[in-house]
């Protein structure tokens, strides 16, 4: 269910609205209505609602207002929230988030970690996309990494999943760039008649798609043209599409999203000996780098610089390069400290709502076994026989089969507690519900105690034959145990009598008909005088 639909508030239903329409657009105008909704979701104490504030607030301070130390505030809140509140897929993408965030570290080992726990997670959740976007990133990180077939799998288990998943705020942004990254590994294994192909798709999504909500996506476009023209060595064209890109470049609030795919293209014109057009793709980037504040981003910068400057034969530069390089590498080393310390924040504070999630179900469990069996004597006690047998009665008459019920008590009980005490009345009781429960080993077999020296058998998937031969096993077994009892007017020991109903459930019946009928048969034995010689105190009775 959307999250908006969860509400009735049309203040909360509006506000959600406009938040996902700005991340749609990757616009800065969901700071207001998130703040409403924070204090609404505090107000109730909507921990689903807290979650999707706070996830939205990170997404807000990472890609828009720059902010990393509120951005990891968000994140670490949104994860508490969402295991709290059990939205998985909110979840997933969270975890998808930090992943993304670690790669820009250079962690790739903590990355990978957080992509597994998105995918393990986004299991539970049926028909969603995020398994998509999760395989699309590790598609990405393969990539990055020089492992191109693992990459390509990814890439398109992710493609495949995504398509299906037109709702989706991203969806054409999602498209497009997952096929620009499937031409970018075409590109680095040189399969340039791939790449023309997946251009093919790009231009018809771009051209089915244009004027979307989703911001402009003519980057991607824009950067395989240029790439398909430099590996046909069309240079000409190459340097015309070139401005195409630059544009695009300047245009492209979600930079980040494809630097990785822009530095891999400043190494090829550097090793091409193409430093003109290197030249201007660093002047397109290098303000947007300087104003970041990932050291990760601008070390690998620094790097190709370097590259850059050697290949152009200015030493000074390269000299200058190499200084800034030192100082990045000594930020980047406190960088990812941080960011461990913050992966084990993380993990610390997982493993504390874990454990929390794993003493209530325990707790939860406790108290559903206590509601369920009787306290005397440690059997399922009546609501539980109300649940068994309704289950029993359905699968019985869903599959036309015969159901037995019987119901049976202790014979003249009222004495033996008169002559022997309520102690020793309890004690009797238990040793009855301990034979029943062995009986109650068999599968096809439900015990439970009804209520004073009332008990309930079920019995499933047995014939009239079979059932009266384990009710006779059962009040031997009882005489067997020899419980005195001087004043009964039998035996001198403790005996049972019983009520069977049997019979196929009818579309007229109900399940508590079947208690009504062996309560009858009860009656009927219990009436004809237990004490008879060769009378088992059994009586069966049919629906």
Not at 211 to 225: Q, V, W, Y
Not at 347 to 367: A, C, D, G
Request: aromatic share 10%; charged share 30%.
């Amino acid at each position: 269910m959307e999250m908006k639909h969860r509400y009735t508030d049309e203040a909360v239903c509006r506000d959600i609205d406009l938040v996902l329409q700005a991340w749609k657009q990757q616009s800065r105008g969901a700071a207001a209505p998130l703040n409403r909704l924070k204090k609404y979701a505090k107000k109730t104490g909507d921990t689903s609602l807290y979650g999707f504030v706070c996830y939205h607030f990170a997404d807000l301070y990472y890609y828009r207002n720059h902010n990393y130390e509120k951005f990891k505030k968000y994140i670490a809140g949104a994860i508490e929230m969402l295991m709290q509140s059990d939205e998985k897929e909110l979840l997933a993408r969270a975890y998808n988030f930090v992943a993304i965030d670690a790669i820009n570290f250079g962690s790739y080992d903590v990355a990978y970690n957080y992509f597994m726990t998105g995918l393990k997670i986004s299991e539970e959740v049926p028909d969603s996309l995020i398994p998509g976007i999760l395989n699309a990133n590790l598609g990405q990180m393969f990539n990055e990494l020089g492992r191109y077939k693992l990459a390509r799998t990814h890439i398109r288990k992710g493609l495949k999943i995504i398509a299906q998943h037109p709702e989706d705020g991203k969806y054409y942004r999602n498209l497009i760039n997952m096929h620009f990254q499937d031409g970018m590994i075409s590109l680095a294994m040189n399969e340039i008649d791939e790449v023309v192909k997946t251009l093919g798709v790009i231009q018809d999504l771009m051209y089915r798609y244009d004027g979307t909500e989703e911001g402009d996506l003519s980057l991607p476009l824009a950067f395989i043209r240029v790439r398909i023209a430099l590996a046909k060595g069309w240079d000409k064209e190459a340097d015309e599409l070139l401005g195409d890109l630059l544009s695009a470049i300047d245009n492209e609030s979600a930079l980040y999203d494809c630097l990785d795919d822009l530095f891999t293209f400043l190494r090829y014109l550097i090793e091409k000996k193409n430093i003109k057009m290197a030249g201007r793709v660093i002047r397109a980037i290098a303000g947007k780098i300087e104003n970041s504040d990932i050291t990760h981003v601008s070390l690998m910068f620094s790097e190709i610089l370097v590259s850059y400057f050697e290949a152009a034969g200015n030493t000074r530069m390269v000299v200058r390069q190499l200084r800034r390089q030192h100082e990045l590498m000594k930020s980047q080393r406190m960088d990812q400290r941080k960011l461990h310390g913050f992966s084990i924040d993380l993990v610390r504070m997982i493993t504390q709502i874990q454990e929390k999630q794993e003493r209530i179900v325990k707790e939860n469990k406790i108290l559903q076994e206590q509601a369920f069996t009787d306290a005397l004597t440690g059997i399922p006690n009546r609501h539980a026989m109300n649940r068994e047998l309704a289950l029993a009665y359905e699968k019985a008459f869903r599959d036309q089969r015969a159901l037995g019920v019987a119901m049976l008590d202790i014979d003249f009980f009222k004495q033996y507690n008169d002559t022997y005490g309520h102690k020793k009345g309890d004690e009797c009781l238990k040793r009855i519900a301990q034979e029943l429960d062995r009986v109650a080993e068999d599968p096809d077999i439900f015990c439970a105690r009804y209520g004073g020296d009332e008990f309930i058998l079920v019995y499933e998937n047995m014939d009239e034959d079979m059932i009266l031969q384990r009710a006779q096993e059962l009040s031997h077994a009882i005489a067997s145990l020899k419980i005195r009892f001087e004043n009964s007017e039998g035996s001198g020991e403790v005996t049972i009598s019983q009520g069977i109903c049997f019979g196929v459930p009818k579309e007229e019946n109900k399940f508590w008909d079947y208690l009504e009928t062996a309560d009858r048969a009860l009656y009927s034995a219990k009436r004809r005088g237990r004490r008879k010689e060769g009378d088992d105190g059994i009586s069966f009775s049919y629906t």
